[in-house]
């Protein structure tokens, strides 16, 4: 997914820079403190989603008056402090709203939001059909099979991959996990986990239970995370 940054705080600018680096699936295009000078470059040049500050005191125009003269062209993740400028932003093709200062996981639920509603593949097109990955152990490699995995858990020295007979432990972190596993079968459901969908078994209001060699754990679910995962798993509840 192409993008580009404006924000008229080089400091800003250079953060959402270290973000987009690490997610090997976006590619920046362009980035400008200016707006006068990015408009002069999606005259010839059009990008997939762009991060865009609200509030630009420097310029005569600020995050609104720049879509207002861009129109329907583009989709934007709108960027500030304010919290006002929230409810606007929605009117103006905005996928997400990033409330200053944000951290690289809330970062990536906007991603993945964009990804979602611009039809993007979240994994490309080598690897949507993978059913395992590698992860390196101890100096070598292992071995993975998504469908083997019950849970990913983030502790002090990396992350533990949980399967039926195993763990592994890997110096990922959980963020890096939750951009390798594929969206369709794993959710984040705490700032310490991630499971696959079909193996919760019981879910509680702040809990949910895996059988991992015949016993129940349970994991807890955080107040961040729950949306999403009841909307992961809403067209499998029964209802009245």
Request: proline letters at 4%; a negative charge; glycine letters at 4%.
């Amino acid at each position: 997914m192409t993008c580009l940054i404006l924000d008229d705080e080089e400091i800003c600018v250079n953060q959402l820079r270290r973000y987009i680096e690490k997610v090997p699936t976006l590619s920046l295009k362009a980035f400008f403190t200016d707006p006068n000078e990015a408009l002069l470059y999606l005259e010839t040049d059009k990008v997939d989603v762009i991060f865009l500050d609200m509030e630009m005191p420097n310029y005569d125009i600020d995050g609104l008056d720049f879509v207002r003269i861009m129109g329907d062209r583009q989709h934007y993740i709108f960027t500030t402090a304010y919290p006002e400028y929230a409810l606007p932003s929605y009117e103006y093709n905005a996928i997400d709203f990033l409330h200053k200062p944000y951290s690289f996981e809330r970062f990536m639920k906007a991603v993945q939001r964009a990804k979602q509603l611009l039809g993007i593949s979240i994994r490309d097109d080598a690897s949507a059909t993978d059913s395992y990955m590698f992860i390196r152990v101890e100096g070598k490699l292992q071995r993975v099979d998504f469908d083997d995995i019950c849970w990913v858990e983030s502790e002090r020295n990396g992350i533990w991959f949980y399967t039926e007979t195993d763990r592994f432990n890997s110096p990922l972190t959980i963020s890096d996990a939750e951009t390798r596993l594929p969206k369709n079968q794993f959710v984040r459901i705490h700032k310490s986990y991630i499971i696959p969908v079909s193996k919760a078994e019981v879910i509680d209001k702040d809990t949910l239970c895996i059988r991992r060699q015949g016993k129940l754990h349970e994991i807890p679910i955080g107040d961040t995370y729950r949306k999403e995962f009841i909307n992961s798993i809403g067209t499998k509840i029964m209802k009245k």
